[in-house]
């Protein structure tokens, strides 16, 4: 990994021991809100609010089939996934990839109903009664997101600003 501190005002560099072990902690949910951005065919932006897990140093959401954001990653899989943390603010580069096994599946889906979402795992896909409105009917495709560049900027002390790259 390699880190570059980019704080103008002298703080001290952010480990990214810092930014895990809250990711670690985090749960997705109402009040704190996962914003995925995707890129359209024609170049243009999309953002959208998702329900995101983070698990095994991954993220993991899921997406109709015919919602724009699945139809953007299938052009173009890199995405950004934007939220805040205890202390900072945390956007994470990736590219998605559509996950089909059925141990991830599994995984995925206990923890969404241990955070109340009645997911079960039907034909390599999560279903359920409901999801967000916007996520289009079910079943619903799972992304899997493994971070390559994060930027994390802390807004309570010790303060700073960081970029990790994980590629490297």
């Known amino acids: 990994m390699k880190s570059t501190n980019l ?8 480990p990214w021991s ?5 990711l670690n902690a985090w749960e997705s949910g109402p009040g704190k809100s996962t914003f ?4 359209r065919p024609d170049g243009r932006p999309h953002v959208a609010g998702v329900g995101a897990f983070w698990l095994v140093e991954r993220f993991y ?17 890199h995405c950004t996934i ?5 202390d900072m603010d945390l956007v994470v580069d990736g590219v998605a990839q559509r996950v089909t096994d059925e141990e991830t599946l599994q995984r995925v889906a206990r ?12 034909d390599g896909s999560l279903t359920a009664e409901f999801s967000a409105p916007s996520a ?9 997101v493994e971070p390559k560049v ?11 600003a960081m970029r990790w790259r994980f590629d490297e």
């Open 7 to 14: 704080d103008i005002y002298g703080h001290a560099p952010i």
């Open 150 to 160: 994060a930027v994390g900027v802390a807004y309570k002390e010790p303060y700073g």
């Open 36 to 39: 995925l951005s995707t890129t």
């Open 82 to 86: 934007a939220l805040t943390l205890p």
């Open 61 to 77: 959401f899921t997406s109709g089939a015919k919602t724009l954001k699945s139809r953007n990653l299938a052009a173009n899989p």
């Open 18 to 22: 810092r930014a895990l072990d809250q």
């Open 136 to 144: 289009g009917p079910p079943p619903w495709d799972l992304y899997e």
């Open 111 to 122: 923890i969404a109903n241990e955070g109340g979402w009645p997911a079960t795992v039907k």
